[in-house]
């Protein structure tokens, strides 16, 4: 990423405050828009599409009042794609570092097969080796995609949903 467009992103984390743009309701909401268990239809938070309920006059989430920004009855387009797509970045991360962690288990496996079949060939050996590959490559994908990708991104999609939403917030206003 370039210096302009982290600065940007930065700016436009402050400019939110600690708010996330998609409100835990609206994120739960959307999964099961999404999942076809929901249709996309209810009454919403004019501003950040939170899901609100009839007798409330103000938003949980943005604390805007409804009389601010009337409620709608519908998610919009821009910001259900907005959702999918940082869906996508998190998965495409979470996946990348998943593979990365299967690369290292065959790396590792070639490592010991080589010294193994080199020292002894002990057929046994070599097949404790392949144990080895399978426990490895299970732990290793399971750590690097649930740990370090699941984190690096969720940061990484919160930070271009914020830029995104900035964008969608200054057309349509
Ligand atoms: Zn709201």
Redesign the pocket.
Known sequence: MSATAEQRSDAAQRSLGDTPVF?ERLTAFLESYYAGEAPNAGR???????P?ARERA???????SVKE?PPVGYVPDPVREMFRRMRGRESLIVNSFAYLGLALAVLIFIVAFAITFSLSGNVWLLALDTLLLFVLARVLAGLLGGWIGDELGHRYAQRKLVEEWQAFEAERA
């Open positions: 409100s919403f938070c004019g501003h950040c599409y939170s609100i103000e938003c949980p989430h943005c604390d805007r920004r």
